[in-house]
């Protein structure tokens, strides 16, 4: 039953999401016995169709475990043939891609610390013209989806048909909870942008903790994502990298097996009285853009005024009473004071834009 909720690559990449793909295998791979060891594991927990491994690691600090290098390719590819399963590690240069493909990993990933740099995934792009190998783009380590969306058109640019996404969460300064903010409408603008392309998510790097990684697997299907790429190690407490995220191959199974996994299609299975909400909420909406249609038609009748008087478009006292009063008016609930204090913060920035631009116009 496990079995059928997991889809095998080649069906994955070429149709639609039936099932999500599961990714799954250490962070590094740090010897021949870890990685078969954890290999023969996942077979006998958990349904995987692709075996990763880090071959090569890019590490923030120097003097952290750089990955055991090149001879530790040939352990992956073992290990995936051990257990008929395909493998995929992260390359950063061109160098590693002509090893790669030379030992005949299956399929490549992009580091966030590669995306960043155009630079970098330009030359691999180009290692790869003419090559039929999959590649997987993990977002940069910044919330810049333009970057992302780059990386994923340079592939496909020199000829590289199945290119999927990877979220992996973005470095914030404040310290939540997990290691990297999801910011999941990262995930939806880059699907608005590019909406073949299929998001797997890295709920390890999101994570950061084993604890919290069933949680955010739960969520990315709730969110309609495509696959999971999992850290999972025979033994997580001494691995080399990534100690704290990395879960047992057992742990695993669970987690897939408790996954509730969504029917894909918009409205299939849905009940009638979800259907009949739906079309309340959408007709709401239709309510809210004729009050917005109003609100800036009168922002336009103000922009007038202010324009004769001599009154600046901007007036900070008049922002601050505005926002701190539509603040307080929320109910606590689902009108949280953040947004709340979001909602009428980018209503009157665009006001103020608005009125900036008929102004201007006018003079
Ligand atoms: C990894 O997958 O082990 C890794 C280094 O990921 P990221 O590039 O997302 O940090
Ligand atoms: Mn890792």
Known sequence: MVASKIQHIDQWFDGPTESPLLIAGPCSVESPEQILATAQALKAHAPISLLRGGVWKPRTKPGSFE?????SMQWLIDAGRAIGTPTTTEVANTEHVEAALKAGIDVLWIGARTTVNPF??????????????????????????GLWAGAIERFKKVGIERVAAVHRGFFSSAKGVYRNEP????????????????????????????????EV??????????GLMVESHITPDIALSDAAQQMNPDKLGEVIKNLVIHPKKLDQGASEALKSLRDSLDELDDNLVEIMRQRFALAKEIAIIKEQEGTSIFQMERWLKLVKERTEKGDGEGLTPEFMHDLFATIHKYSVEYQTRLTKKES
Not at 67 to 71: C, F, Q, S, T
Not at 194 to 214: E, F, N, Q, T, Y
């Open 120 to 145: 970098y995934v330009q030359e691999i792009a180009e290692a790869l013209n003419g090559v039929k190998i999959p590649v997987l783009v993990k977002n940069p380590i910044h919330a810049e989806i």
């Open 217 to 226: 697997c739960q969520v990315a299907m709730d969110l309609g994502m495509d």
């Open 183 to 214: 910011h999941w409408h990262h995930s939806f603008g880059l699907r608005a942008l590019m909406p073949d392309v299929k998001i797997i998510v890295d709920p390890s790097h999101i994570a950061g903790k084993r604890l919290l990684v069933p």
């Open 67 to 71: 990955g055991v290098g090149l001879e």
